[in-house]
C-alpha cells in the first residue's frame, strides 16, 4: 500500500471522526479500515474511465459476490438499494458504512429494516405477492420435473402471506414484516438472502480489521 500523504491522513481523520459521531456499531480504527477499504474499491473502480462520487453497481456486486458469497441477482440488486439510501446510483462512502454496520453487527431492528427494503423491489414500502412470487422463482434452485414450478411457488406465497399478513389486505406492510420476524426470527430472510452468514462475517473482520504488520 502506497504511504500516505500528511494530507490525506489529515482527510482520514476528518471522516473517521465526523463517522464515529453518525455510525454506531464500530471504533475508529475500525471505521478508519473501511474508509481505507472504501478508498481501494473507488480507485480500482475508476482506474478506466472517468472517476464517479461513489460505488457503482456493478462494483458493489462484485464485492458481494466475491467477499459476501452472494449469488442471487434480485437479492444483490436490493441489497445495493438498501445501501443507497439517497436512491442516486452510487453507494458513497457514509452510505458504505451505515451499511456495512446493519450488515456485519445490526440490531434485529435494523435487520428487519434492511430486509423489507431489499425485498420491497418496487419501493413503495409494502411487498406484494406478485413480489414475494419474483424473488422466491429467484431463490429456489430445483423443483421435481413433473411438478408446475409456478404452481410450487404460488401456493408458497399463498401459505406466507396467510402467516405474515397480518392485517389481511393482502399486501405486507413494514409492521406486519416486522412484527412477524419479531415473533418467528426465521422469517428474517424468508423470501432470500440478503445478509450475510456468520462464518462469512467473520472472515470479513479478520481480512477488514486485521493488524498492520509492522
Known amino acids: ?76 440488486d436490493g441489497v445495493f438499494r438498501s445501501f443507497d439510501k439517497d436512491g442516486h446510483g452510487v453507494i458513497i462512502l457514509e452510505e458504505w458504512i451505515r451499511g456495512l454496520a446493519v450488515f456485519l453487527r445490526g440490531t434485529i431492528e435494523e435487520k428487519i429494516m434492511h430486509t423489507f427494503r431489499v425485498y420491497d423491489l418496487n419501493n413503495d414500502k409494502f411487498i406484494s405477492k406478485d413480489e414475494i412470487f419474483h424473488m422466491l422463482k429467484h431463490s429456489f434452485i430445483k423443483w421435481p420435473s413433473e411438478e408446475d414450478p409456478d404452481e410450487g411457488i404460488k401456493d408458497v406465497v399463498e401459505i406466507t402471506m396467510k402467516k405474515m399478513d397480518l392485517d389481511h389486505d393482502g399486501l405486507l406492510s413494514f409492521d406486519d414484516f416486522q412484527k412477524s420476524v419479531l415473533d418467528e426470527n426465521l422469517f428474517l430472510q424468508a423470501f432470500g438472502p440478503c445478509l450475510p452468514d456468520n462464518t462469512v462475517i467473520t472472515k470479513f473482520e479478520q481480512l477488514a480489521f486485521q493488524e498492520p504488520e509492522q
Open 1 to 76: 500500500m502506497m504511504e500516505m500523504t500528511a494530507k490525506s491522513k489529515k482527510v482520514l481523520h476528518a471522516q473517521v471522526e465526523a463517522l464515529s459521531r453518525k455510525v454506531e456499531h464500530f471504533n475508529k480504527t475500525e471505521l478508519e479500515s473501511l474508509i481505507l477499504m472504501f478508498n481501494s474499491l473507488m480507485a480500482e473502480q475508476v482506474s478506466r474511465g472517468r472517476p464517479a462520487n461513489g460505488l457503482k453497481r456493478g462494483k458493489f456486486r462484485g464485492l458481494l459476490q466475491g467477499t459476501f458469497e452472494m449469488t442471487n441477482a434480485v437479492m444483490m
